[in-house]
Every structure is written in structure tokens, then in C-alpha cells.
């Protein structure tokens, strides 16, 4: 039997839309097993990555392929799971195929064919292509016990839907969760960041065949939604040191730790660069704190921030987890303050001077720990460092302690607080728009304000390295808008009309200082005479313009 799977080449792709999903029957799903029982965090990660191990991506020609790429992968190993999802304006489609053996995978790259291109570069990974065959296959060879199955997957849902489905509710709470529903990475959306990670893996495995890749921050931390970008830390030595007498030669390093860091990742990115398909617009951002590479991956089309640090970014993903874990409003509070954030203009893709999405978790975290005229919803980090037992000692290379309990099956306190999640979110905006930001650091640690050790605009103490502000970007005026939309917020939200058609988070999304904010912005933009004005406004928004010769313009 020839296999028609080929190393993947570049392919030119957009933005996604829908998965379909074929199953074996029989075979249960990691995720629908798990999605009613805790898994600890670093287990979690593990059965991910175990299972990207096992799992590949190919691109076919239609959703129907899946037929004969079944046939083509079933004489090789066994198949657990497909699905199916496209990509790109003109639709490319995919399937990712789950075995149910590593091995099935190591004999699939065994036997698959390079591409004739003499240009191509012959890499081996994950990441194939289906040849459309010119014989006809034949009746399809299907094992009678194994019957597929197409099922509805999830798409990146369009904006206009997302607000259609929230008109529907019939209260804010339920906005909430139905926002949080909808926008929520999916199962396979998670699968395809994974086997992104893998594909890193396997390319340095050669010279560190100890080497991992570990997936963090929205990705896998609970707060991630369909589309959102892929934190990467890839670890050289992933491995327990033994008493072996034989030990390797190795190299040593020259130059400081810093210097010597930016020129791996760079050294990593050039790889990336030159040898990886389906990764393209490469940029090495090797001046910040932590030097990363940027790239796209075309396949999947999922932007990836590589690093190459300590583990601290991914213990930091395990405390958002549990405490999204903990109770179940809190990860639909997030989404609805990550978006509020986002559509009044508060966070931005690009850096700057601007909360990120990071800060702004920390601080619905922090209310949560000590909402003002309620009891606490969740615990402070430090009560969950007293109840840390021995398999939950965790300390980076460079010694930051990050052990606190990580297995919620052993925590038995619930919270006493039964506020709804519309209450709750109407106490966060009232919180911080008088919060005392000029004089007082939050620290989740203890779940407490404190004086500020240093002038900064906005202080959040960082729960595993206590010396870093995680909001040190901030400036004053972000500062003021953040508490001045907050305000704004609450009062959109106690003074509404409910039967106006954008009422409740529809209107707290459309907050009115969005569009003074753009209006100034407008204002200065044309005596500067920088830019057009009407590229400042979103084109489906209905913007009532005040100013006459702004409109004229
Ligand atoms: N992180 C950290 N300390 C910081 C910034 C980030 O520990 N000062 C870690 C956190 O675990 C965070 C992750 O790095 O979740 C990724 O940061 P970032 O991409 O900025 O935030 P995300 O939570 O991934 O949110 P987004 O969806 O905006 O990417
Ligand atoms: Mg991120």
C-alpha cells in the first residue's frame, strides 16, 4: 500500500473557520472523560502532550477525504480520533488524526514521501499533505467496529453573532456565560496548539533528546479564546539528572546569561526560519526582558510567542488555572472583563503603555480574593502554599519557589459567597473605579493591599517573584481611563433600560467614552494632520460624529 502522506510545504492561508469531528466509537475523548472531574494542571499538560505525540495534520482536499485518509492511516497504526477543520478565505481543509499508539505516528513519518520540489527543503514533522489519488480506491476497507462520525465542531464565531446570541438572554449572568461558551478555546483548538509545541520539539530532538516544549498563558490556562496567540517555553533538559559515571561532553557557555540566552533564541528562530513549513513571518524580539520569537503558523493560523526561560511562565498558568478551576464564575467574569477591556480600548495586541490581558486577569483574581461587601470567592495564594504537600514542591532553575497546592481534589473548602455573576461584575467596576491606585500595590499572596513600595502607576505584586510589578508598563493616564471606564461601566450597567436592543454587556461594550476616546483621538489626529480620520472607526460601529468638519473630512 503506498502511503500518500507528504511532508508539508508552505501553503498560503487566512484567518479559520469551522472542525468537524470524527470519532471512533467506542474510544473516549481525554477531553470529554475529563471535563467533569479536576485534573491537576502539569497532568493535564502531560496527557496533551502525549497525545500530540500521537497525533498528526494533514491538509485534503475536502472533508470527505477523511474516508481514504482513514484507509491510508489504518494499515499503518489504529485511529482514535479525527477531525476535520478549514482555514483561509478560499477554504483549506485539514484533519488532524489522533493515534491511538506513538509508534503509529513514528511509522507514518517512516513511510510518507518528500516532496518532488527539487526547492524543498526535506523536513520531517508532524505536518503532511494527502496526494488526491488517481486510481480509484475502491470500496472503502471499513472496520465494521469502527464507525465515523461527523459532528458540529466550533468556529472562530463572528462578532455579529457573538452580539445576536447575547440579545438573546435573558439576564446579564446569563450573557456571561454565554459570551464565556461561545468564544472558549476548544478541544481542537487546544490539540493543534500542542502539536505547534511538538513541532518545535522534534525539530531539536536530535542534539537534546531531552528536550520539551510546554505550551502556557491562554492557551492552556482556562482564560484562552478560539484564535488566541500560542505562549511557547521551550526547555533544552527536560529530564531528572541520574548518578551515571558516563556523563556527556558538553560545550561551555560564554558570556552572560542574558547574552548568552538572546543568541539561542535567536539561533532557534533561524531554524524556525529556514526549516520549519508552516511557520512564516519570524521576528526575533530579542531586546525585552525576556528575549522570544515571534512566528505565524500558517497551518494552523496561530500566532507563537517562543521563549526560552525558566518554567515560571507555566506555574504561573497553573495558579490562573486552579483559581479559574475553584469556582465556576469565575473564568465567565474574565471573558466578559477581558472583552470589556478590549472593546473600550483598555488592552491592545501591541505593547505598551496599556494593561495586558495578564494584569487584568490578576486583578479580577484580586476582587475575587476580597470583594468589598461580600465573602471571598477564592483563597489567596497563600493559603493554597500551606496546604502544598510533597509532590507539589516546584522551584525554577534560577530558585523561585512556586509550590502551592495543585490537586483541588484534596481542597475542601467552598466559598460561602452565592453572588450572581452580574452582581459580581457590577462590584469589580465600582471596586477599582475608586480603587486607591496611587498609594496601594495588590498582592494576591496574602489577598491584601499594601503600600506601594515604589512609584509605579499601577502596582500588582507578582505572585511567584515578588520583587516584579506585573503592571509596570502602566502609565498614569492608562491608569485614569482604566478607573474612569470602570465607572462608566457600572453606571451602564445599574442605569440601563432592558429593552433597549443593546442592553446589558452590549451596552457596557459600547461604552460611550470608547467613542469620545476615538473622537479626541480624531480630533488630534486631523490638526496633526497624521492620518485619515475615518480609519480610526470600527467600520461596523455607528459613530454620531459632534464635529461637523470632522465629518466633512
Ligand atoms: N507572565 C508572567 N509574568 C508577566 C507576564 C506574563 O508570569 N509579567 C506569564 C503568565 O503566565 C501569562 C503568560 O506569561 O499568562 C503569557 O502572557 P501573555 O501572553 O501576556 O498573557 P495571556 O494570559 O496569554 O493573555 P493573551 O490572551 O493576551 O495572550
Ligand atoms: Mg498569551
Request: aromatic share 10%; proline share 3%; charged share 25%.
Amino acid at each position: 500500500f503506498h502511503i500518500n502522506l507528504r511532508s508539508h510545504q508552505y501553503r498560503q492561508l487566512n484567518s479559520g473557520s469551522g472542525f468537524q469531528n470524527c470519532t471512533q466509537e467506542g474510544v473516549k475523548d481525554v477531553e470529554t472523560e475529563e471535563s467533569n472531574k479536576f485534573v491537576p494542571f502539569l497532568e493535564r499538560i502531560n496527557l496533551r502532550r502525549s497525545e500530540s505525540k500521537r497525533s498528526i495534520l494533514v491538509q485534503v482536499q475536502s472533508a470527505e477525504s477523511y474516508k481514504e485518509l482513514y484507509t491510508c492511516c489504518s494499515t499503518v497504526g489504529t485511529v482514535k480520533n479525527m477531525f476535520h477543520y478549514t482555514t483561509g478565505v478560499e477554504p483549506m481543509h485539514f484533519i488532524l488524526v489522533e493515534f491511538t499508539k506513538e509508534s503509529d505516528v513514528l511509522n507514518i513519518l517512516s513511510t510518507s514521501s518528500y516532496s518532488d520540489e527539487s526547492q524543498a527543503v526535506p523536513t520531517q514533522s508532524q505536518f503532511l499533505w494527502f496526494k488526491a489519488s488517481n486510481r480509484k480506491l475502491g470500496k472503502l476497507k471499513q472496520n465494521k467496529s469502527f464507525k465515523l462520525s461527523i459532528q458540529n465542531g466550533t468556529e472562530i464565531i463572528a462578532e455579529s453573532e457573538v452580539r445576536d446570541k447575547l440579545r438573546q438572554c435573558r439576564t446579564v449572568s446569563d450573557q456571561m456565560n454565554v459570551l464565556y461558551d461561545i468564544t472558549k478555546l476548544n478541544d481542537v483548538g487546544t490539540r493543534l496548539r500542542y502539536l505547534i509545541a511538538r513541532q518545535i520539539e522534534s525539530m531539536v530532538s536530535g542534539m537534546f533528546p531531552y528536550a520539551s516544549v510546554y505550551p502556557f498563558g491562554s492557551s492552556v490556562n482556562g482564560y484562552g479564546k478560539m484564535g488566541c496567540d500560542l505562549d511557547l517555553v521551550l526547555r533544552l533538559m527536560d529530564k531528572k539528572q541520574n548518578d551515571s559515571r558516563l556523563i556527556f561532553h558538553s560545550k561551555a557557555t560564554s558570556g552572560s546569561d542574558r547574552s548568552i540566552n538572546q543568541r539561542y533564541v535567536e539561533a532557534i528562530g533561524d531554524q524556525i526560519y529556514l526549516f520549519l513549513p508552516g511557520c512564516s513571518q519570524v521576528r526575533r524580539i530579542l531586546q525585552a526582558r525576556i528575549p522570544i520569537i515571534k512566528y505565524h503558523h500558517q497551518l494552523t493560523d496561530v500566532e507563537c510567542d517562543l521563549s526560552m526561560t525558566n518554567m515560571s511562565g507555566v506555574y504561573m498558568s497553573d495558579f490562573l488555572y486552579i483559581m479559574g478551576e475553584l469556582d465556576d464564575r469565575v473564568k465567565p467574569l474574565i471573558f466578559t472583563i477581558r472583552k470589556w477591556a478590549k472593546e473600550v480600548g483598555l488592552t491592545n495586541m501591541s505593547p505598551g503603555r496599556w494593561m495586558t490581558n495578564f494584569s487584568l486577569t490578576l486583578l479580577v483574581l484580586a476582587f475575587l480574593q476580597k470583594p468589598p461587601n461580600s465573602q471571598p470567592v477564592l483563597p489567596s495564594l497563600n493559603a493554597l502554599v500551606k496546604l502544598a504537600g510533597p509532590d507539589d514542591k516546584y522551584v525554577t532553575a534560577d530558585g523561585i519557589d512556586c509550590s502551592f497546592l495543585r490537586n483541588l481534589n484534596k481542597y475542601n473548602t467552598r466559598t460561602k459567597n452565592r453572588e450572581t455573576l452580574e452582581s459580581l461584575l457590577t462590584e469589580f467596576f465600582e471596586y477599582y473605579s475608586q480603587f486607591d491606585f496611587a498609594s496601594k500595590a495588590i498582592s494576591l499572596n496574602e489577598a491584601v493591599t499594601l503600600t506601594k513600595p515604589e512609584f509605579s502607576a499601577m502596582y500588582i505584586i507578582n505572585p511567584l517573584e515578588r520583587g516584579l510589578n506585573v503592571s509596570k508598563n502602566v502609565s498614569l493616564e492608562e491608569v485614569e481611563r482604566f478607573r474612569q471606564e470602570a465607572r462608566n461601566a457600572a453606571w451602564m450597567l445599574q442605569s440601563q433600560e432592558k429593552k433597549i436592543p443593546n442592553w446589558g454587556l452590549l451596552s457596557v461594550f459600547e461604552n460611550r467614552a470608547k467613542m469620545d476616546f476615538k473622537l479626541n483621538f480624531a480630533i488630534n489626529a486631523k490638526h496633526s494632520r497624521l492620518m485619515n480620520v475615518k480609519t480610526l472607526f470600527d467600520k461596523e460601529e455607528e459613530v454620531v460624529f459632534k464635529n461637523e468638519e470632522i465629518k466633512q473630512e
